[in-house]
């Protein structure tokens, strides 16, 4: 009576977009739950506009930030198997965007990470990396949001090369922090940045009618 998806990726890889695209194709899937949960990542990232001001969490702030949004969906989820329904439209289904693989790769390792994913298994989650290949990485990352968004990128870094292989290392990072979790990962490469495809893709290949 639960089920949901993480949205995992770097910057500009695709996930606020596919994360709309999901939602929307969801809307219109029949028989399928009415009930949706969607925690974007201002809710669960790691980096914060405090005051206009960036701030990175620290370890302990943000596990207890995502601690609190499965509190959440645990509270939903127990009230809805209270009541003893049955059908697939009582259910609930839920996205979230920059989640546990986001903890993991700013952190070292912890149990409460492990805690937490435990518990998200138990939510039926399953989470999808995206990813960018490495031709597609300078239109994507260092020009596809205008001067201000080069500007920042580009701020340490030296050159366009250097800034795009730091983006690479990290993407691979990522995927070593997705095989360590005990939430299965689907890894979905989105050059073509065909988010309605995507999203198909997803959920139909977790048995989600669309």
Not at 143 to 160: F, I, L, P, Q
Request: aromatic letters at 10%.
């Amino acid at each position: 009576m639960i089920r949901g998806f993480i949205i995992e990726g770097l910057s500009t890889a695709g996930k606020t977009s596919l994360f709309s695209a999901i939602r929307g194709i969801h809307s219109q899937a029949h028989n399928v739950e009415k009930s949706i949960i969607a925690i974007s990542e201002h809710y669960s990232q790691v980096l914060h506009s405090y005051q206009g001001v960036l701030r990175s969490m620290d370890k302990d702030e943000h596990i207890h930030m995502l601690n609190r949004h499965v509190d959440y969906l645990e509270l939903q989820y127990n009230w809805i198997d209270s009541l003893g329904h049955t059908k697939p439209s009582n259910g609930i289904f839920y996205l979230l965007e920059r989640f546990h693989l986001n903890h993991r790769a700013a952190f070292s390792y912890s149990l409460d990470i492990e805690v937490l994913e435990k518990r998200l298994s138990r939510l039926n989650a399953h989470c999808v990396l995206l990813t960018l290949s490495q031709d597609a990485v300078k239109s994507r990352y260092i020009e596809s949001r205008g001067d201000a968004w080069k500007s920042y990128v580009m701020n340490n870094h030296s050159t366009v090369t250097e800034a795009c292989q730091k983006f690479l290392e990290d993407q691979d990072y990522l995927r070593m922090c997705a095989k360590q979790s005990l939430i299965p990962t689907l890894e979905i490469n989105t050059d073509e940045a065909d988010w309605n495809s995507y999203a198909k893709q997803i959920l139909k290949g977790f048995n989600v009618a669309t």
